[in-house]
């Protein structure tokens, strides 16, 4: 089991910086790639960014130049990042953190970024 739980969400002006963080603990071993994907009101859900375990990562277009995503392990925990600057209206959602294992996907609650024009 993946437990995993985001911080960092809040309001920030349009062309503002947020810094979200995503603390993964329990079978952090068995995590082969983590991400952030976000859902705004009445939209699916998209995929903002991923990093695996070897540390290549992958954008969404939309965020691409303006987001980035990292990650810090220790033994007991790692702490993935995803750092928002020059944020849009249309960035505004509920960011989810995501690790994908060998087994089973995990997701955390989530935590609202709200950015206003």
């Known amino acids: 089991q993946v437990q995993l739980v985001e911080s960092g969400g809040g309001l920030v002006q349009a062309g503002g910086s947020l810094r979200l963080s995503c603390a993964a603990s329990?079978?952090?071993?068995?995590?082969?790639?983590m991400g952030w994907y976000r859902q705004a009101s009445g939209k699916q859900r998209e995929l903002v960014a991923t990093i695996s375990s070897g540390g290549s990562t992958n954008y969404a277009d939309s965020v691409k130049d303006r987001f980035t995503i990292s990650i810090s392990r220790d033994n007991a925990k790692n702490t993935m990042y995803l750092q928002m600057n020059s944020l849009k209206a249309e960035d505004t959602a509920v960011y989810c953190c995501n690790a994908g294992t060998v087994g089973p996907n995990y997701w955390g609650k989530g935590t609202l970024v709200t950015v206003s024009s």
């Open positions: 329990g079978s952090i071993s068995s995590i082969k790639v």
